[in-house]
């Protein structure tokens, strides 16, 4: 038999496997992209992003052509409390509404442009590694072998490639269950409503497009098994019952569950094998964050990825993948599980609301947590002083020799960048510039304003990774800290 070859496997064709599949393309990276399902369903059971999500689609160019399908919203939540994102430093300070399946139809067009499609019908099956590399067997109706030098399961939370590497996925068993149902309603809420808590648990009803309407109901009193089907007159009655109304819900366009079941992968990686999205962590979706997460997850890795492939990278640049991204699963798996304890009936959790209420109106309180949830604070371990390092990179106005642009545009291309503003000049990146794009540019404010720093004086050299995060920043004149940068996170001068 004759076995197929590519760079890299990467088994889930849904919002993770295709930005994965992107990154990796943008790089020049070949990839084979499959699917156990026989087609995409157009399910969605995401229906949000947050403002970093969007500021990652912005700097791939794919944020103009969601932003027409989505609609803004103002505030998240945290439990079900409402929190204000309008003076978040972002460009995109709201939820922007908008279904997995649009963002998948458009992640499906980006990938096909860059040259990789899913292969459907084709789950992975089993897998051999070596020193030189991996050799996946596929299953269904055309059962094959593709060479590679790693897999990446992007393959959701019953992810079969993680199965298959034997890494563990320890966490909490389900103490409630959550109904999704999309469909019109002939009496529809004046305005989106979100963990509305009546009883044993709650509701939400937002409008995604002007006939039709997603609604959320969680209970708090009962746990439903997976694989269980629910009726579309089951989740009605479930929902009257918890709303008071069924809103006069009718044309189901899709219906299903899902719990507050917690768990997160032991590990990333188990040598030739990689796990990235819900395949790494699934938890309760409070606050919108798995797909963000996810989408995240891919960006982080494929950059290393393809630079490892292309034998220039620092050797351990891969193990980074893990120690950046899982402790950032591990904090939403935290702030899930407390979100849960929050929606829970009883006069015990209902004075806990009373007094996280009136915390939540205190602007530190509502930007820690609004921080968390649209993951705009996250800063990775980078070593650097500048309070820039290790945080993305905002998205500053700025003037080049060719124009007015933005800093998240310079990241199209998914390359290493050194951002040199207001005149500043280094001999430091002799020896990357094969690897580094230079950018001179002014810089046309004279200070940043950083999530949960404040205003920062504008810096005069910038190295931005190609997923946005900071490797190296600083304001005084000089190379000292630039060479260490480069080397760790681009690799030996050539």
């Not at 563990?168 to 068993?173: A, C, V």
Request: hydrophobic share 40%; glycine share 10%; with cysteine.
């Amino acid at each position: 038999m004759v076995v197929e070859t590519t760079d890299v496997v990467i088994a889930g064709g849904g919002p993770v496997g295709l930005m994965l599949a992107c990154e990796l393309r943008l790089a020049g990276v070949e990839v084979t992209l499959v699917d156990g399902l026989p087609a995409r369903t157009g399910e969605s059971r995401a229906g949000g992003i947050h403002a970093r999500t969007m500021e990652i689609f912005d700097q791939r160019g794919l944020l103009e052509r969601l932003l027409p399908q989505g609609r803004p919203i103002q505030a998240g939540h945290f439990g079900g409390l409402p929190l204000d994102f309008t003076d978040f430093p972002t460009r995109h300070p709201y939820m922007l509404a908008v279904l997995q399946s649009a963002i998948e139809r458009e992640l499906d067009q980006r990938a096909a442009e860059l040259g990789a499609s899913v292969h459907w019908a084709s789950p992975v099956a089993g897998f051999d590694s070596d020193t030189a590399g991996i050799e996946v067997g596929l299953g269904g109706p055309n059962p094959r072998s593709i060479r590679a030098a790693y897999l990446v399961g992007c393959d959701g939370g019953r992810s079969a490639v993680r199965k298959l590497a034997g890494i563990e996925f320890t966490g909490t068993d389900a103490t409630m269950t959550g109904m999704i149902a999309d469909v019109e309603l002939s009496d529809p809420p004046a305005e989106a409503v979100f963990g509305q808590r009546r009883g044993a648990g709650d509701f939400s009803a937002v409008q995604f497009q002007p006939d039709w309407y997603r609604l959320v109901v969680q209970r708090h009193d009962r746990v439903l098994e997976r694989g269980i089907e629910l009726s579309f007159e089951d989740f009605r009655s479930n929902f009257t019952e918890i709303a008071g109304t069924d809103f006069g819900m009718h044309s189901p366009r899709w219906v299903t569950h899902y719990s507050d079941a917690a768990r997160l992968a032991d590990r990333y990686r188990a040598g030739r094998v990689l796990l990235a999205g819900d395949a790494a962590h699934i938890h309760y979706p409070a606050g919108g964050q798995g797909l963000n997460m996810g989408v995240q997850d891919a960006v982080n890795l494929g950059w290393k990825l393809a630079a490892t492939l292309r034998g220039n990278a620092p050797a351990d640049i891969l193990d980074t993948y893990e120690t950046e991204r899982r402790p950032i699963a591990a904090r939403v798996l935290h702030n899930t599980r407390a979100q849960t304890a929050l929606s829970r009936s009883g006069a015990h959790t209902g004075a806990l609301r009373d007094i996280m209420s009136d915390l939540i109106d205190l602007d530190e309180v509502r930007q820690r947590l609004g921080l968390m949830i649209t993951a705009l604070d996250i800063r990775y371990d980078i070593k650097g002083d500048h309070p820039l390092t290790g945080r993305r990179i905002p998205d500053a106005d700025l003037t080049t020799a060719t124009g007015d642009t933005r800093a998240h545009e310079l990241l199209r291309a998914a390359r290493p960048i050194l951002l040199l503003l207001n005149g500043t000049e280094t001999s430091s990146v002799s020896g990357w510039d094969d690897r580094v794009d230079v950018v001179r540019a002014t810089a046309r404010t004279e200070y940043w304003v950083i999530p949960r720093v404040g205003e920062i004086p504008t810096p005069t050299a910038v190295l931005i990774r190609p997923d946005g995060y900071v490797a190296y920043a600083t304001t005084t004149p000089g190379d000292e800290g630039l060479t260490d940068a480069l080397t760790a996170w681009i690799g030996t001068a050539s």
